[in-house]
């Protein structure tokens, strides 16, 4: 059977293909984009102050919190990319305020506890064949995940999750966050050629009264490869790919003209 172009998956997409698989199709397979919201764009802002902010320790540089600060300030009000300010309920002066102090608190109070030895580190693309001429290539960079050394010296995978709900009653959720962390385990042990420990989220909780913590250490990589109990989510997405199909969900909470690209040409949401 000859082999079809892979279907290349970003580690960060991997939730949204079980979520709503026809949304996923339009996004990534078709090229239908949206811009993001003003909270989105808030996240990414603050994971590059911090990622400098780390990057600097790292690499012994005198970088100060303050002039981190620097970078989220240059980054929210000058965003590389379309920004749909009306989206969220949120205002861009609110969301410095909400940035600046999370930005400090992660400086000052999160990432002493951690023993970073890589910040944005490069993955190669990682190819798995199938069968049924059928190859997934995962795909994605570690922009806002850390790696971490844990006190038995073995490597973590530390992800940094904005949102204004990552904290749930003072518990920080890992709900859903498995698909993602383990791609980036199963892509940093083949570019590395170490097995990982596992997966930690850090959170950092962008609503108007913000909260930060990070998780429990968890298997994100058995979710993705499967055990004797249960195939794994490259098993179940290359019999999705085999058929062709990309069922709808209606159910979605992201169902819905704000946060689907798709909305306006799905059959399905009526």
């Not at 397979?29 to 102050?49: D, E, N, V, Y």
């Not at 990057?55 to 005198?62: F, I, R």
């Not at 002493?112 to 910040?119: D, G, L």
Request: net charge negative.
């Amino acid at each position: 059977m000859t082999t079809r172009e892979p279907y290349t998956v970003r580690a960060s997409s991997w939730a949204s293909v079980f979520d709503c698989a026809f949304k996923w199709e339009g996004e990534h397979l078709l090229g239908i984009k949206k811009p993001a919201g003003l909270r989105a764009h808030l996240g990414t802002s603050i994971h590059a102050s911090t990622a400098a902010y780390d990057l600097a320790k790292l690499e012994g540089s005198a970088l100060t919190v303050d002039d981190a600060a620097g970078v989220f300030v240059e980054s929210l009000h000058k965003p590389d990319r379309e920004v749909d300010y009306d989206q969220d309920n949120l205002d861009l002066r609110t969301a410095e305020r909400i940035g600046l102090t999370l930005h400090t608190t992660y400086c000052l109070d999160i990432a002493p506890q951690f023993n970073y030895v890589a910040v944005e580190a490069k993955l190669q693309p990682m190819e798995i064949d199938c069968g049924g001429g059928i190859v997934i290539r995962l795909t994605g960079s570690m922009d806002r995940a850390r790696v971490t050394e844990s006190f038995s010296g073995q490597h973590l995978i530390s992800d940094l999750k904005t949102g204004s709900r990552v904290i749930s009653d003072g518990v920080v959720s890992i709900k859903g966050r498995s698909p993602q962390l383990g791609t980036y385990q199963l892509m940093y042990e083949q570019s590395e050629g170490i097995t990982t420990e596992g997966a930690q989220i850090i959170a950092l909780q962008t609503s108007k009264t913000t909260a930060s913590g990070v998780s429990k250490v968890f298997d994100a990589k058995r979710v993705m490869v499967g055990d004797e109990n249960a195939p794994g989510l490259i098993e179940i997405a290359a019999q999705m790919f085999r058929s062709g199909l990309f069922p709808p969900n209606p159910s979605s909470h992201l169902c819905s003209e704000k946060y689907c690209a798709r909305w306006s040409t799905c059959p399905y949401h009526e």
